[in-house]
T-cell receptor, first 109, second 113 residues
């Protein structure tokens, strides 16, 4: 079965602390994974994709096929990182995405 | 460019009423999608389209119909609304290429009483 699991509904950290938002997936094919973010009163937008191996706003995510994970990390959280984060898995060749349940990141001052 | 726009922004319906949500994009994207967002469930794909005149079912298509008569528009219809369809609906679009990014609309908040 194709599935994306984000085990934490809410992650609350203090400013400057490290952050790790967990994402696990289940997919029989070659996975393409994404992180999308939704800031307050803004629309959902792409944060990063595994194939680009990029760092965006200090966030990185490494695909671990052995553990079927794509965790999102940032060494020092900022208050402006507070948002809802969704992990997504692309399936098939029509661009369809399967989203996880989402994790709300709250960065306290 | 306006990107992806959705009409209306908010709507309240009574059970059994019908309505159509309109999604429009000005980026010449081939692919378009309708999702619903519910607390604790993330975003779930309702229907999608890979081109003008084509539509296909997603994860949760029951109770919804769609049409894509023009490339830039993707309509989502509720023929007989039910309280279970109370949700926030998002439209998205993307280019037809590998590893494509989906661009999202601002959402429509629908309440069915």
């Amino acid at each position: 079965a194709q599935r994306v699991t984000q085990p934490e509904k809410l992650l609350s950290v203090f400013k400057g602390a490290p952050v790790e938002l967990k994402c696990n997936y289940s997919y029989s094919g070659s996975p393409e994974l994404f992180w999308y973010v939704q800031y307050s009163r803004q629309r959902l937008q792409l944060l990063l994709r595994h194939i680009s191996r990029e760092s965006i706003k200090g966030f990185t995510a490494d695909l671990n096929k052995g553990e079927t994970s794509f965790h999102l990390k940032k060494p020092f959280a900022q208050e402006e990182d507070s948002a809802m984060y969704y992990c997504a898995l692309r399936v098939g060749n029509t661009g369809k995405l399967i989203f996880g349940q989402g994790t709300t990141l709250q960065v306290k001052p | 460019n306006a990107g992806v726009t959705q009409t209306p922004k908010f709507r309240v319906l009574k059970t059994g009423q019908s309505m159509t949500l309109l999604c429009a994009q000005d980026m010449n994207h081939e692919y378009m999608y309708w999702y619903r967002q519910d607390p604790g469930m993330g975003l779930r794909l309702i229907h999608y389209s890979v081109g003008e005149g084509t539509t296909a079912k997603g994860e949760v298509p029951d109770g919804y119909n769609v049409s894509r008569l023009k490339k830039q528009n993707f309509l989502l219809g509720l023929e007989s609304a039910a309280p279970s369809q109370t949700s926030v609906y998002f439209c998205a679009s993307s280019y037809r290429r590998t590893n494509n990014e989906q661009f999202f609309g601002p959402g429509t908040r629908l309440t069915v009483l």
